[in-house]
């Protein structure tokens, strides 16, 4: 249950789009449609932005948007906004009733 | 609303034993799957242990299978999670969560410190 591997930052000016992405393998990410990802802004709880690799659950802003290929998954944050600084996390099941949660990633906006 | 109210955490010395709660509210407990997710203090998060609605399927991570034990009393809305064999690396925040594949509502989580 190795940690799925995310780049330890990335950053946009407002109005970007930056792309955030989560890398597994065919055990995993690659193996099954349950990757979701998680916004968590300091001292705060995470919250859901995305589940089964790319539905959104309702509240979410349509600003953000998964999807994977292969054994890599990925999050896209379009029109990027002050209030999406914070760090990110993807988590995908890894078979054998297991999940395994990405390394994190923090998004500085500019 | 969905409420998940956390307790029980607190300092233990290693190789001891605690047990931390969650009590549920605002939606049909016995109808979800629960997790526990911890994080240790400036790191990221880490799955625990899910559990199914009836409590017949339980599942951990191998950091802590064999000392941690999920369970859940559907009658009081309640999920628990006994910690045995503690150790420093167990340090985290403990996060009760509701679902598996999707956590779609997290508590506020307690914090658990393995320390002499």
């Known amino acids: 249950q190795s940690a799925l591997t995310q780049p330890r930052s990335v950053s946009g000016s407002p109005g970007q789009s930056v792309t955030i992405s989560c890398s597994g393998t065919s055990s995993d990410v690659g193996g099954y449609n349950y990757v979701s990802w998680y916004q968590q802004h300091p001292g705060k709880v995470p919250k859901v932005m995305i589940y089964d690799v790319s539905k959104r659950p309702s509240g979410v802003p349509d600003r953000f948007s998964g999807s994977k290929s292969g054994n890599t998954a990925s999050l896209t944050i379009s029109g990027l906004q002050a209030e999406d600084e914070a760090d990110y996390y993807c988590c995908s099941y890894a078979g054998r009733y297991s999940f395994v949660f990405g390394s994190g990633t923090k998004v500085t906006v500019l | ?116």
Do not use: H
Request: aromatic share 12%.
């Open chain 2, 1 to 116: 609303e969905v409420y998940l109210v956390e307790s029980g955490g607190g300092l233990v010395q290693p190789g001891g034993s605690l047990r931390v709660s969650c009590a549920a509210s605002g939606f049909t407990f016995s109808s979800q799957w629960m997790t526990w997710v911890r994080q240790a203090p400036g790191k990221g998060l880490e799955w625990v242990a899910s559990i199914k609605e009836d409590g017949s399927e339980k599942y951990y991570a191998d950091s802590v299978r064999g000392r941690f034990t999920i369970s859940r009393d559907n009658a009081k809305d309640s999920l628990f999670l006994q910690m045995n064999s503690l150790r420093a690396e167990d340090t985290a925040v403990y996060y009760c969560v509701r679902g598996a594949a999707g956590l779609d509502y997290w508590g506020q989580g307690t914090l658990v410190t393995v320390s002499s």
